[in-house]
Nanobody, 130 residues
Framework: EVQLVESGGGLVQAGGSLRLSCVGSGFTFDDYVIGWFRQAPGKEREGVSCISSGEGSTTSSDSMKGRFTISSDNAENTVYLQMNSLTPEDTAVYYC???????????????????????WGQGTQVTVSS
């Protein structure tokens, strides 16, 4: 059974940092796309960042570039999201999701934003106070 478990959320002051973890199980960690998403109250879910086992990483939003960094530790079946210079606008529930194995589209284009995710974690709350 494929499972994703997020952790690392919490309450932080503006300007602070958090590192979120997404631990995957039930699938091999050598052919995947894992994405981070977030959803704030009353807003639609938005993509944050994604990483592919073959092609590397990308960040979805201009407001996150330079502040959020995605990385992976395949030996630990874990993908991380390092978030720096947090603002109250970053307050949301953060989710990770996986496409496994990588689809032909992702493998062919190298663009992990084209992934169609199969499984989602339960989410971790991030709250940034002003």
């Amino acid at each position: 059974e494929v499972q994703l478990v997020e952790s690392g959320g919490g309450l932080v002051q503006a300007g602070g940092s958090l590192r979120l973890s997404c631990v995957g199980s039930g699938f091999t960690f050598d052919d995947y796309v894992i994405g981070w998403f977030r959803q704030a109250p009353g807003k639609e879910r938005e993509g944050v960042s994604c990483i592919s086992s073959g092609e590397g990483s990308t960040t979805s939003s201009d407001s996150m570039k330079g502040r959020f960094t995605i990385s992976s530790d395949n030996a630990e079946n874990t993908v991380y999201l390092q978030m720096n210079s947090l603002t109250p606008e970053d307050t949301a529930v953060y989710y990770c999701a996986v496409e496994r194995p990588r689809s032909i589209v992702v493998a062919g284009t190298g663009d992990c934003k084209l992934a169609e995710y199969d499984y989602w974690g339960q989410g971790t709350q991030v709250t940034v106070s002003s």
